[in-house]
């Protein structure tokens, strides 16, 4: 197995792009990139060789890469699947990212593995199982990861704490840091009935490592109540950059990612919303401050 030489590329506190192959020739062609960074899902890099891998052997040469999980199950009740855990070990030594990140989810039940991130009850037992999954993974990565807000449909009834002071007590616990995803926030918030910027002013700030942006899809339930789902399938809206700019305003510029999974456009549209998130954070660092240091 081929493994890069140089040591993890910190990730700059610029836009960055979720990595999919079929814009590789334009990202390659390109001659002022749109995006200062990368991500990767890991799962599809856990082979040992062959075309995805020269391909992304290609990229790290030239930016600096995320490595974002989506099969760990962090939040499963069972334990973590050591050989998952194993060869995401092998990823991320091969390619020496600069942030490793995993959702605050489960997605698996005995040998059964479901294609949804699905939410866990914020109580005292779950947050246990989560902070020892996420005391796991690092020290078999031997570093720090980032986990990431999720986005809900359903409250559970269990629950004993608010999401926000479990997620706090996940990064004092285990020494993780926070993904905040602002899509996952816009999406929750619409479907619970509470304010996203409320949430955004209450976040743990000085914990949050990267932040993620996408699109999402407008639903309603049995009911006839909207429901907002996360699908990562189509541009950033307009309340959700509102909410960015204000994030960005109190934190100041920190590694941003524009996530867009399925229905993928060319590479100029998604280089767009990149460089629109670039002009939320030059605004960010030409004004100054950022709360994490204070």
Not at 48 to 77: D, K, N, Y
Not at 130 to 146: E, G, M, N, T, Y
Not at 167 to 175: D, K, T, V, Y
Request: negative net charge; glycine residues 8%; charged residues 20%.
């Amino acid at each position: 197995m081929t493994r890069l030489n140089d040591k993890s590329s910190p990730i700059p506190a610029k836009a960055g792009v979720g990595f999919k192959p079929e814009h590789a020739k334009a990202i390659f062609a390109e001659e002022s990139p749109a995006a200062g960074w990368f991500e990767v899902h890991a799962e599809n890099y856990m082979g040992a060789g062959g075309r995805p891998h020269a391909t992304l052997t290609a990229l790290r040469e030239r930016f600096p890469l995320s490595v974002h999980g989506v099969g760990l199950s962090i939040g499963a009740e069972t334990g973590l699947n050591a050989d998952h855990v194993a060869r995401l070990a092998q990823v991320v030594e091969r390619y020496q990212p600069g942030l490793v990140s995993e959702h605050l989810a489960w997605s698996t039940h005995d040998t059964h593995y479901f294609n949804d991130l699905l939410p866990v009850p914020y109580t005292r037992e779950t947050l246990d199982r989560v902070v020892a999954h996420v005391s796991q993974v690092q020290d078999a990565l031997k570093r720090q990861i980032l986990l990431e807000n999720p986005s809900t449909y359903v409250r559970f009834e269990s629950s004993t704490m608010s999401e926000l002071d479990f997620l706090i007590e996940i990064a004092r616990r285990s020494g993780c840091g926070l993904l905040l995803d602002v899509n996952n926030v816009f999406v929750s918030a619409t479907n619970h009935g509470y304010s996203p910027e409320a949430y955004i002013d209450a976040f743990p700030l000085a914990h949050v490592g990267e932040v993620h942006l996408g699109g999402h899809a407008e639903d309603e339930d049995d009911m006839g109540v909207q429901l907002l789902i996360d699908t990562h399938d189509r541009e950033v809206i307009d309340p959700v950059w509102a909410l960015y700019a204000r994030l960005i305003g109190k934190t100041g510029a920190l590694p941003t990612l524009v996530e867009w999974d399925s229905e993928l456009p060319e590479w100029p549209v998604l280089a767009a919303e990149a460089r629109r998130a670039s002009e939320v954070l030059e605004r960010a660092a030409g004004q100054g401050g950022d709360v994490r240091a204070a």
